[in-house]
């Protein structure tokens, strides 16, 4: 009897001291769980903040890393053009050569297909577009620009003994209008009713109206003062509206593009700004004669 009374003592000695363990490890386990909470919030508070960019994201660092500014152009007289030799001149080739020696960098120019320029940019294939880029909404939406550096605008390009015929146009319906692929030109003209023929470049739109294959084309008020008139290849071709009047728009301002929120842009604004206090922008223009378009204040 006695020996059953013990068992059962004993027996109910263990059961309290296992419901016992039992809530303590309970209150461990919600313990763990509350010290986990805090190293969490410590890990979150130190992560990378994903708004501001990462170490190594800087466009000048990868541009001086690598020692070339790749500049994408065009063949666009005045601003970017190659010499007898086959060096590309210009007032933007001759300011871009400018640019990467202030960043103590060579300077290589990429002739790019004007309607892929921003593939060719976000693909690193090139590190800036600077030919002549008219600053419109689609492009400040699609890349990084830099101030304004010059002013132009849109002209119709016809030939000389008609030129009569295009003074007073309101609008090019029924003409065919050579234009450069992806161009402000090109917008300007469609605008107007025209039916456009896209080519490669500005200077084969004075190809087609030389040829009699297109009754005019929209350029650049800057090219064709450099390219077409007396003592020029296109003796025969003279330029008429001011389609930016005829649209009732301002003049074009050009500006350097590069990658969406690249530091290139500030290195070449402070350029710019140097460029204009020295005189270094005036005496270039005045090479190529675009001294009145440049922008100086």
């Given amino acids: 009897m006695k020996k059953k009374l013990l068992a059962l003592l004993l027996a109910l000695t263990m059961g309290l001291t296992l419901a016992a363990c039992s809530n303590g490890d309970n209150t461990a386990d919600k313990g763990t769980d509350a010290s986990a909470a805090p190293s969490t919030a410590a890990e979150e508070s130190t992560a990378p903040d994903a708004s501001k960019p990462a170490e190594g994201d800087s466009d000048l660092a990868y541009v001086k890393e690598k020692g070339t500014l790749v500049v994408g152009i065009t063949n666009f007289e005045p601003m970017d053009y190659q010499d007898a030799s086959g060096e590309w ?24 297909n004007w309607d892929y320029k921003v593939f060719e940019l976000d693909g690193k294939t090139i590190d800036c577009v600077w030919n002549g880029m008219t600053l419109n909404d689609e492009v400040m939406a699609a890349m990084s620009t830099s101030v304004p550096y010059c002013v132009n605008a849109q ?105 969406t929120g690249s530091d290139l842009v ?27 378009s440049v922008i100086l204040d």
């Fill in 89 to 112: 001149i210009g007032f933007d080739a001759d300011m871009a050569k400018a640019f990467a020696a202030s960043l103590g960098v060579n300077v290589e120019f990429s002739e790019i």
């Fill in 155 to 259: 002209v119709l390009v016809v030939p000389t003994d008609k030129a009569a015929e295009f003074t007073d146009l309101a609008t090019l319906e029924g003409l065919s209008v050579a234009v450069e692929a992806g161009s402000a030109g090109e917008d300007a003209a469609e605008a107007l009713g025209a039916s456009t023929t896209p080519v490669q470049k500005q200077s084969d739109t004075l190809l087609e109206v030389s040829a009699g294959a297109s009754d005019a084309a929209v350029i650049d008020l800057l090219m064709a003062g450099a390219m077409i008139g007396e003592g020029t290849s296109y003796d025969n071709l003279t330029f008429t509206l001011n389609l930016n009047t005829v649209q009732g728009l301002d003049s074009e301002n050009y500006g350097v593009g590069f990658r």
């Fill in 266 to 292: 500030e290195a070449f604004n402070d350029f710019w700004a140097a460029s204009v206090t020295d005189g270094t922008a005036l005496s270039t223009a005045e090479a190529y004669g675009v001294q009145e």
